[in-house]
């Protein structure tokens, strides 16, 4: 069983070791937004303490999202070029398959996010071992819910256009309204509920929380830097936000390897260039 998994997972790392544009273009967008960000825009940070290393640990997260949601694009690139073809006619389990999918999809993200970690330490992101262990882990959670998400969405996708439009619809809105850009704060009173039933703003505010070591801080003091949500006189905390993002993760884990067991692929299509 771990070796069909293992197979897989190195598979996928392998290729997306040789696609060294894609890095490259990932990593652009996202050090653009690090740079456009954190210093044109840092001034929306308005009250936060240290707001270029709030505005940098958004990005950080976010970086790992949009890379985990849209690396299940490997999943229909695999059956464009017929591997899945021959992968499904095998003795491995589409169980298999799945996981295998999500595991690699979830390191190639968090692999992303420890690069633009560390082009943040040299703009002023401090952190020391303990946190960026803690940072790492979360980093991996973070990687598996939205892999897991992505390859569900990519196995109920009938084309690569509509894959490509479905992550679109769910990463623009999901990404502004998160406070990972600009904090929720300052955000007007009738978005609070969107942001309170979007699942990135409790990733990127456990993130935050965890990197900036905000543990010293009161439940006023949290709500105010927005790592933590106040409802009706009630608190959400991070440690909440955390068993919400692990209910979410389990939750779409379940229904990607579930869906993925069922799915027809000879009816997807792939979109393809003709010359």
Known sequence: MMRAI?????????NFSRDKMKLFFTLLI?????????????????????????????????????????????????????FM???LVSPVDRWQISIGQILSSSIIAVFQGLLIMVMALFMGLKIDLVHFIEMCGFMVIVGITFSSIGLYLATLA???????????????????LSGAYIPITV??????????????????????????????????ELVK????????????????????ILAICLTFFALCVYQFNKADFSCVQVFEYRH
């Open 6 to 14: 293992k197979a897989i997972v190195v598979r996928n790392l392998k």
């Open 30 to 82: 996202s050090v653009t937004f690090l740079f456009i960000f954190s210093f044109v825009m840092k001034s929306a940070a308005i009250g936060v303490e240290k707001p270029l290393n709030y505005l940098i640990t958004g990005i950080i997260i976010m970086t790992v999202f949009q890379s985990a949601l849209s690396n299940s694009m490997n999943t229909l690139e695999d059956i464009s070029s017929g």
């Open 85 to 87: 073809k021959e992968i």
């Open 158 to 176: 009938k084309s690569s256009t509509t894959f490509q439009l479905m992550i679109n619809v769910f990463v623009m809105p999901l990404t502004f």
């Open 187 to 220: 955000m007007p009173k009738f978005l609070q509920p969107i942001v309170l039933i979007n699942p990135l703003s409790y990733t990127t505010a456990i993130f935050r929380y965890i990197s900036l070591q905000m543990e010293t801080l009161s439940a006023a």
């Open 225 to 244: 830097s927005g790592v933590a949500f106040s409802v009706n006189n009630f608190t959400i905390l991070p440690y909440m936000g955390l068993f919400i």
